[in-house]
């Protein structure tokens, strides 16, 4: 019993903890590779892997190795905006996140809008980003925009409207299936800080 209560409903995040095995042989796989083949191409996917191994410093050199005036696709700019994010030099993520967005407007599922919203509000472009999370959050129910969002509304005073996209988050948990809950956990401790912090 206690298996299939506790650990059945695990199976998908234990598979992808088995993944990073597989990933760091990738990994060292093609840092050999690109000794002797530095595509464009190599780049990428080894960017992509440092990306999801949360080595963002690594991640950004690959893709700028990646990107040149003949690249053609918004992908390796976008993942070099996440990069970028996640290493807090936003000022570099908002052209990569732009073009992405230029390139099609719903990318990666409606991510990349949220993403350069709260780009544009940590670079102090606030008309910008309180436009882009607007337009965000009609279509996307990503966590992650919703409390970038809230977050926004909270340096700005508006504390209110940031109290109700925290809220959607803990709304979320009740009807999500048991793996899904535990893997946005991150942003349920998150929003429940947020809230915490809100005047009631």
Same mark, same amino acid.
């Given at each position: 019993m206690y298996i299939l209560v506790e650990v059945i409903p695990d199976a998908p995040l234990l598979r992808s903890s088995f993944q990073?095995?597989?990933?760091?042989?990738?990994?060292?796989?093609?840092?050999?590779?690109?000794?002797?083949?530095? *595509?464009? %191409?190599?780049?990428?996917?080894? %960017?992509?892997?440092?990306?999801?191994? %949360?080595?963002?410093?690594?991640?950004?050199?690959?893709?700028?190795?990646?990107? *040149? *005036?003949?690249?053609?696709?918004?992908?390796?700019?976008?993942?070099? %905006?996440?990069?970028e994010s996640e290493l807090g030099d936003f000022a570099a993520a908002v052209p990569d996140l732009e073009r992405a967005v230029r390139w099609d407007p719903d990318y990666d599922f409606h991510r990349a809008k949220g993403l350069l919203a709260w780009a544009y509000a940590q670079t102090g472009q606030l008309e910008k980003a309180d436009a882009m999370f607007r337009q965000a959050t009609q279509i996307s129910t990503l966590s992650e925009t919703y409390f970038h969002y809230a977050s926004f509304l909270e340096s700005q005073g508006r504390n209110a409207e940031a109290r109700i996209w925290a809220e959607r988050i803990l709304e979320k948990k009740p009807t999500m299936p048991v793996y899904l809950r535990r893997r946005e956990r991150p942003w349920f401790r998150k929003a429940s800080g947020l809230l915490g912090r809100l005047p009631a």
């Open positions: 990073v095995f597989p990933r760091r042989r990738r990994i060292q796989e093609l840092e050999r590779t690109i000794i002797d083949n530095p *595509s464009a %191409g190599n780049y990428e996917e080894l %960017g992509l892997l440092y990306l999801d191994d %949360g080595n963002y410093t690594r991640a950004k050199a690959c893709y700028d190795r990646a990107i *040149s *005036s003949r690249t053609d696709h918004p992908d390796p700019f976008y993942r070099r %905006g996440i990069a």
